[in-house]
């Protein structure tokens, strides 16, 4: 099990987190570039207006492709299977690396547009794909800590940008070119390691209609003695839904029967990137240079923050005996109370040496607890809430959700941070406790529970507690 989700999220979401940090670090690299090819191209100078949103497409082509992504997963899963999604998925991801790697010595910007596009793809099946994949294999008392191999590797991937993207690695002038196409590297690695396990064996059962496939995979999975227990779950799980075949994602709109279960997977992905983690890495570099950091040595203290989400991702582990709701509560209340402090420590950031200091280790407090709770449960909690027809459908929802949510905030972001200045963590702090709030009042527990056993939690309130 543990090899399986390694294997799986080298290719899956460790690019995601992988290909949003490496970006940062050749931005004036890139720039140049764009100057460079413009010249030799038109014979003049590149307008500085033109020269941003140049700039501006190629960091948030990404977000579209992520997006498309997100609208295709879902059918991949159904048509090619979890596992056979995943390694279709690495094609589009060699293509762009291959794409962006050429673009320097081709002189053609336009190549590394269209390689941001698809790696966007690429990570938007993966974000889809991947948890769905784990959260079907494990067995339910693993489910939670399995399905925490999603926020370890995304958290992972951040990291690891972090640490390539230093100017002593590739992330000097000569090598930015091998930075962006690096990202070939866990497709390869997924391509190398995926094949040697199971289809996921709901799928195998309930999809395919294919019962010793189903068995060979939980022996594999789980062991030959203890692979009974999730074959029952799995029939029963095929019983209640009658032959019922995958649904589209308009279907559940118009489904009585997930209406909260669909509420609940907005708001908390809506949530997750509202929640103004966003905010708090812009002024992640103001807090440390006013804590007197040098500038030089900034990119080395942002690791810091890195390894901040990588060890509460890591620590997410314990949900399994926790459980998710409590995190996740305890995740988004943690998160209100930095945002209260850190909105205090910045208005009076000038008025004592050691109010800096306090503005820093909020930085820190926020970005662990949201490693805590929404960072690491949200994805867990989209493969619970839903039975086999629905989960696919759901995926795709809640991939198109996160995208959008993640332009969103990229186009209003700067907005907000000048209109409001360090005021702007009110909102974000209201953001929380209402999640908080929703979340307490809604979602059930679902540690140690079948998929059936929470669907029947929520018919109470899709239908009424007497039904």
């Known amino acids: 099990l543990f090899l399986a989700v390694c294997a799986v999220g080298i290719g899956g979401t460790f690019q995601y987190g992988y290909n949003v940090s490496i970006i940062n670090a050749p931005t004036q690299h890139i720039h140049k570039f764009l100057n460079e090819t413009w010249s030799s191209r038109y014979h003049k100078e590149l307008n500085p207006d033109l020269l941003t949103f140049l700039w501006s497409v190629i960091a948030s082509i990404f977000s579209l492709g992520g997006l498309c992504g997100a609208l295709i997963g879902g059918s991949m899963a159904i048509r ?58 494990a067995p339910k008392h693993l489910r939670g800590g399995l399905a925490m191999g999603t926020s370890i590797f995304l958290t992972g991937g951040i990291l690891t940008g972090q640490i390539i993207g230093l100017r002593e690695l590739l992330g000097g002038e ?41 068995a060979k995979a939980l022996k594999r999975f789980h062991g030959s003695s203890e ?30 029967g997930v209406r909260w279960q669909l509420i609940t997977v907005i708001v908390m992905t809506m949530g997750q990137q509202l929640s103004g983690i966003n905010a708090i890495y812009f002024y992640a570099t103001y807090v440390f240079e006013q804590a007197g950091i040098l500038a030089e040595k900034i990119p ?41 402090v850190l909105t205090f420590s910045l208005t009076y950031q000038e008025l004592y040496s050691w ?66 200045k360090q005021y702007c963590f009110v909102v974000f702090l209201l953001e929380c406790f209402f999640v908080a709030a929703f979340i307490f009042l809604i979602i059930p527990e679902t540690k140690n529970k079948s998929f059936l056993e929470i669907q029947k939690e929520f018919h109470k309130l899709n239908f009424g507690r007497n039904a």
């Open 174 to 214: 000569k090598h930015w070119p091998v930075l962006l196409s690096s990202s070939c590297v866990p497709a390869l690695a997924q391509l190398l390691f995926l094949p040697w396990f199971p289809e996921s064996p709901r799928y195998l059962f309930i999809d395919r209609g294919d019962e010793l496939s189903c």
């Open 80 to 137: 090619l299977g979890r596992k056979g999604a995943l390694l279709m998925n690495n094609v589009i991801a060699i293509l762009a690396s291959i794409l962006m790697g050429i673009s320097f010595p081709t002189g053609l910007f336009e190549l590394l547009i269209a390689g941001r596009f698809l790696i966007g793809i690429n990570s938007g099946i993966g974000l889809c794909v991947q948890p769905l994949y784990i959260g079907e294999f």
């Open 300 to 340: 080395y203290v942002t690791l810091g923050t890195g390894v901040c989400e990588c060890l509460t991702a890591l620590s997410c582990v314990r949900s399994n005996y926790v459980g998710r709701r409590s995190l996740i509560i305890g995740g988004y209340l943690l998160m209100t109370l930095w945002c209260t």
């Open 355 to 420: 109010v800096p200091y306090m503005s820093m280790t909020c930085v820190f407090a926020f970005i662990l607890s949201f490693g805590l709770g929404p960072g690491g449960i949200t994805n867990t909690l989209t493969a619970e809430l839903f039975v086999q027809s629905s989960r696919p459908a759901a995926y795709m929802i809640a991939g198109t959700v996160s995208w959008i949510s993640f332009f969103t905030v990229g186009m209003l972001f700067p907005f907000i941070v000048n209109g409001l």
């Open 227 to 256: 692979y009974r227990r999730e074959m029952e779950d799995i029939q029963r799980e095929c019983f209640a839904l009658d032959g019922e075949k995958p649904k589209k994602p308009w279907q559940l709109f118009t489904d009585p």
